[in-house]
Each structure stands twice: as structure tokens, then as C-alpha cells.
């Protein structure tokens, strides 16, 4: 009976460290190397999952055609198409430009449950996704503009 106990502990401290790996992402850089590409502002928020200041970012109140891209790795990200005037300082979209375009991860930091996005490519925080947006779907990404680059359309 001691064995069985003690090789289900086994596997399952097994599990939990190979679940509790940091994610690989196709794109990795060293601190250094991120910090060299990097604005302070884009660093401290793509790489240190901090927020700007709203009503500060360069795409808050930006109009124009065009896509947003990740700006640490350049992976399409957002279309103007989906873009709204959220009133809340941020670039806000109900829809990424694909359904793959983002990851979804659960976080409870400053006392709150919210759903962080991030770059699946390079793993750049980007900001959060809520249920109180427009339809057609309901939801409202919230982005920092310090994590994103406007690419105009032709």
C-alpha cells in the first residue's frame, strides 16, 4: 500500500512540474536583448505585464485603417475593423484578427479574477479581455497601446 502511495505522489509531482513549465514560444529573447528592442514603456508592459496610463497610448483614439500588430515580435494581432470607442483609454476590439491570434490565460493578480491576452508567438502581455463589449460578440479586449504596432492600410 506504501508503494502505491508513494508512487502516485511520484507521478504526481511529476505532472504538476512538467504542467508548471514555462510555455516555449517561437520567439525567445534574452532579458537583455528585450530591453535593447524596447521602449522602457513597451518593456515594462509586454515583458513585466504592467498597464499604461489611460488615455496616454499612441492607438487609444487612432481611426485610421489598418492592423495591429504584437510589438515585440510583429504577429498580427487586431484589425481596425474590430476596433471601438470603449470610453476607457485603452484600444479596445471585440474580436482578434483570427481566432489563434491571441492566448487566453486566467489572472488573479491585484485581488481580481480577469482573463490576461498575450502573444502566443513571443508571449508579450498585451492587456485583458472582458464580457461587457459590443456585439457581435460580447467582449471587450482591452489592449495597451505600449504593447502594439498600428500597421496602416494601403
Known amino acids: 500500500m506504501k508503494k502505491i502511495f508513494f508512487a502516485v505522489i511520484a507521478i504526481l509531482s511529476f505532472a504538476t ?3 508548471s513549465q514555462p510555455k516555449k ?4 529573447k534574452t532579458d537583455a536583448e528585450w530591453r535593447k528592442q524596447l521602449t522602457a514603456e513597451q518593456y515594462a508592459v509586454t515583458r513585466q505585464e504592467g498597464t499604461e496610463t489611460a488615455y496616454t497610448g499612441a492607438y487609444w483614439d487612432n481611426h485610421k485603417k489598418g492592423i495591429y500588430v504584437c510589438v515585440c515580435c510583429g504577429k498580427e494581432l487586431f484589425s481596425s475593423d474590430t ?5 476607457t483609454g485603452w484600444p479596445s476590439f471585440w474580436q482578434p484578427i483570427t481566432r489563434n491570434a491571441v492566448l487566453q490565460q486566467t489572472d488573479n493578480s491585484y485581488g481580481m479574477e480577469r482573463t490576461k491576452i498575450t502573444c502566443p508567438r513571443c508571449g508579450a502581455h498585451l492587456g485583458h479581455v472582458f464580457n461587457d463589449g459590443p456585439k457581435p460578440t460580447g467582449l471587450r479586449y482591452c489592449m495597451n497601446s505600449a504593447a502594439l504596432k498600428f500597421i496602416p492600410a494601403k
Open 83 to 87: 476596433k471601438f470607442d470603449s470610453g
Open 25 to 28: 514560444y517561437e520567439v525567445t
Open 17 to 19: 512540474a512538467a504542467f
